[in-house]
């Protein structure tokens, strides 16, 4: 199953990539759909619309649309998620956001790091580790900094399928792991 969405998350991508070059959108749709993904996060009613089987297309395209209508994205943003939204593939709008910004980054030849940290960054704080990354991962590092204050200290970054966790939380973990082995 996983793979199915990933291939439908793919495709639409794609898709959606040649659009919005085609228009001189590319960053345009960009940012609409890390908003977008922002959103879906911070607000659980919309990820419940979105995934819900029990909601109409008809429900469902008017409730995106009033979302999107209100941050303001680009024209073409909101034809496409309304096309996804007609198809009843709304549940895989996170994989695709996904999958559009990882194709966006590797044509621009960017390395995208996904980085969680305890609370917001700074831009100073975000250019450091662009900075350490840019030594391991080329001269473009693209980062995407989302906040999980359950961290409680600490980073955790991811690039490609590499993970990097330096968070508080789990050298917690460790060390209650490794206490309850020596007792």
């Known amino acids: 199953m996983a793979t199915q969405k990933t291939g439908l ?11 919005a070059d085609g228009a001189k959108a590319l960053d345009a749709v960009a940012g609409d759909l890390k908003a977008l993904g922002q959103a879906i996060v911070e607000v659980p009613d919309l990820a419940r619309v979105l995934n ?9 395209s008017k409730a995106i649309a009033a979302v999107l209508e209100k941050s303001g994205a680009h024209e073409l943003t909101r034809r496409f998620i309304g096309v996804i939204a007609q198809n009843r593939r709304l549940a895989a709008l996170t994989e695709i956001s996904k999958a559009f910004l990882a194709l966006l980054a590797q044509k621009r030849g960017e390395v995208l790091a996904e980085v969680v940290a305890a609370q917001p960054l700074t831009d100073a704080q975000v250019e450091k580790v662009k900075d350490a990354l840019k030594g391991t991962y080329g001269s473009k590092v693209v980062v995407d900094v989302k906040v999980d204050a359950g961290l409680i200290g600490g980073l955790i970054v991811k690039v490609g399928s590499k993970l990097i966790d330096h968070s508080l939380k789990t050298k917690l973990m460790r ?3 490794a206490m309850k082995g020596v007792g």
């Open 9 to 19: 998350a793919e495709r639409y991508a794609v898709a959606l990539y040649d659009l």
């Open 175 to 177: 060390l209650q792991l």
């Open 52 to 60: 819900s089987p029990v909601l109409s297309r008809a429900d469902q």
